[in-house]
Nanobody, 121 residues
Framework: QVQLVESGGGLVQAGGSLRLSCAAS????????MGWYRQAPGKQRELVAT???????NYADSVKGRFTISRDNAKNTVYLQMNSLKPEDTAVYYC???????????????WGQGTQVTVSG
């Protein structure tokens, strides 16, 4: 089994910063893409940013220039540095990872439990 555990959410004023972390553990052979998604109340879950094993990144237009995704492959951990936060960034943030488990021959996608980010205006 594989577990993803997020941390770093909280309450911050508009213009502030937060750093989210997501650590994967379990029977992991390798991790391919990792990413962050978010879901605001009454809205569908949306992509925030993704990063490949080699470090190529992709961002939603709404966060470009403000958020930075990074990863530490040795620690099986992905990060999301969020700067210049806006009230519209308020949501539950979820990490996910495409994991090749030990003994498996194809990737499976796993999700974290989510962490709340609230930006007050």
């Amino acid at each position: 089994q594989v577990q993803l555990v997020e941390s770093g959410g909280g309450l911050v004023q508009a213009g502030g910063s937060l750093r989210l972390s997501c650590a994967a553990s379990g029977s992991i052979f390798s991790i391919n893409a990792m990413g962050w998604y978010r879901q605001a109340p009454g809205k569908q879950r949306e992509l925030v940013a993704t990063i490949t094993h080699g470090g190529s990144t992709n961002y939603a237009d709404s966060v470009k220039g403000r958020f930075t995704i990074s990863r530490d492959n040795a620690k099986n951990t992905v990060y999301l540095q969020m700067n210049s936060l806006k009230p519209e960034d308020t949501a539950v943030y979820y990490c996910n990872a495409d994991v090749l488990r030990i003994g498996s021959w194809q990737d499976s996608t796993y999700w974290g439990q989510g962490t709340q980010v609230t930006v007050s205006g």
